[in-house]
């Protein structure tokens, strides 16, 4: 399996501009996450999803993000407009969720967000 | 509230010596699983090793073993013959069985292995 598979793997862009992320998760697994990580305030849950539907987007940080899964093979989280206090690493996580606790979520690689 | 903490921002350990990175945690949901990642500077997040609150004994994964105190709600990850190649944040997780398999970070630990 490949794995978690986030694009771009770096983005630069200026204040102001949109800028999506994509991941693609694990086949079979059925819930996905996105974090944002940063110096700061490390590794934080902006939204997740189980079996495409979103269930908590309270870590959405404002109105200017928006995350959206089509299907159970892609997910987006669109910035829009973006500021520069949104530069991070922006990582995508999936795992086959079910009764039990003990799945282990599985990282993409992340997308370095620079926002000039 | 913090959900899990882990106190020590850096860690300096020699090469060979074993570590115990911190973990403490606070559930009230008797079902839960406690998950350590490592991050080496690469930023790739690799899973270590899992603990379930039900479990009567404590974790181990090669070099990785978790002491697991229940009653304290501690967690902690204990790497023996530590490696050069240990250098690296770790994070302790949590998830709780009510939490809709949403995992918790703490704030990492940044680990430094000299030779």
């Known amino acids: 399996d490949a794995g978690v598979i986030q694009s771009p793997r770096h983005e630069v862009t200026e204040m102001g501009q949109e800028v999506t992320l994509r991941c693609k998760p694990i086949s079979g697994h059925n819930s996905l996450f996105w974090y944002r990580q940063t110096m700061m305030r490390g590794l934080e849950l902006l939204i997740y999803?189980?079996?495409?539907?979103?269930?908590?987007d309270s870590g959405m940080p404002e109105d200017r993000f928006s995350a959206k899964m089509p299907n159970a093979s892609f997910s987006t989280l669109k910035i829009q407009p973006s500021e520069p206090r949104d530069s991070a690493v922006y990582f995508c996580?999936?795992?086959?969720?079910?009764?039990?606790?003990?799945?282990?979520?599985?990282f993409g690689p992340g997308t370095r967000l620079t926002v000039l | 509230a913090q959900k899990i903490t882990q106190t020590q921002p850096g860690m300096f350990v020699q090469e060979k010596e074993a570590v115990t990175l911190d973990c403490t945690y606070d559930?009230?949901?008797?079902?839960?699983?406690l998950f350590w990642y490592k991050q080496p500077s690469s930023g790739e997040m690799i899973f270590l090793i899992y603990q379930g609150s039900y479990d009567q004994q404590n974790a181990t994964e090669g070099r990785y073993s978790l002491n697991f105190q229940k009653a304290r709600k501690s967690a902690n990850l204990v790497i023996s013959a530590s490696q050069l190649g240990d250098s690296a944040m770790y994070f302790c997780?949590?998830?709780?069985?009510?939490?809709?398999?949403?995992?918790?970070f703490g704030q990492g630990t940044r680990l430094t292995i000299n030779p």
């Open positions: 996580a999936s795992v086959f969720s079910g009764t039990s606790v003990d799945n282990e979520q599985f």
């Open positions: 997780a949590m998830r709780e069985a009510q939490g809709a398999q949403k995992l918790v």
């Open positions: 999803f189980n079996n495409n539907v979103p269930i908590d």
């Open positions: 559930t009230s949901d008797p079902s839960y699983g």
